[in-house]
């Protein structure tokens, strides 16, 4: 797709990689706001093209008593918020029909889990709603299969559809990447790789996911290296006690220091 279809959108002249970035979930406005400031004074600064995600709820969770959200319509108003405040597209993640339609009003991409870029009536919902599709590929699903799922929007007469890689699972309890993967599916769509949901380790006995953030610069630098359009990283101030996904989420103070480094490489790659 043209990343020039996302409204806001800037830096795209800059020839770096795009990058989603911001928290696993809307915890409340002032913490929402903090990271946003943050990610854009340092996007401004490198040139990086510069999308803000958060969940506006988390319906995929380990335990019944683990957070969920702050309310769809209040998680949602501050993403628009953030949106109008800072003029940037933004990006939230759907689980059902009715969240494409709802989720729509607000933000600029609609994004599609993981575990559920198989269903159909889903991936159809969020086409039909003329926004940016990002299709997570499934942990379970090769490379070359996303081109289904990218083929579902295009019969929708949506060409905006991004694919995000994000680990494979490996045994029961971690996450591999297949660099291979990438180059496949830019055959057919505009591909993003997930530094951070790639290093999780699932399905933990004490049923709250684990993580390997110590490797989150291994995975963004050889994805970089290979040719990633995007970049897709969730990043916290306080990742110790975010009510959601803290166990892989990057340090805020570490986000400027990784993206200069990241940025130096396409650079370098970019001469070739």
Known sequence: MNLKNIPQIKHLDSGNFFLLAGPCAIEGEEMAFKIAEKLIAITDKLSIPFIFKGSFKKANRSRIDSFSGIGDEKALKILRKISETFNIPTVTDIHTNEDAKKASEYVDILQIPAFLVRQTDLVVAAANTGKVVNL?????????????????????????????????????????VDYRGIPTMQNFATTVLDITHSLQQPNQNIGITGGRPDMIETIAKAGIAVGVDGIFIETHFDPANAKSDGANMLHLDYFEGLMNKLVAIRKTINQF
């Open 136 to 176: 997570k590929k499934g942990q379970f699903m090769s490379p070359e299969s996303m081109k289904h799922a990218v083929q579902k929007v295009l019969d929708c007469t949506n060409e905006n559809v991004l694919v995000t890689d994000r680990g494979t699972m490996f045994g029961y309890q971690d996450m591999i």
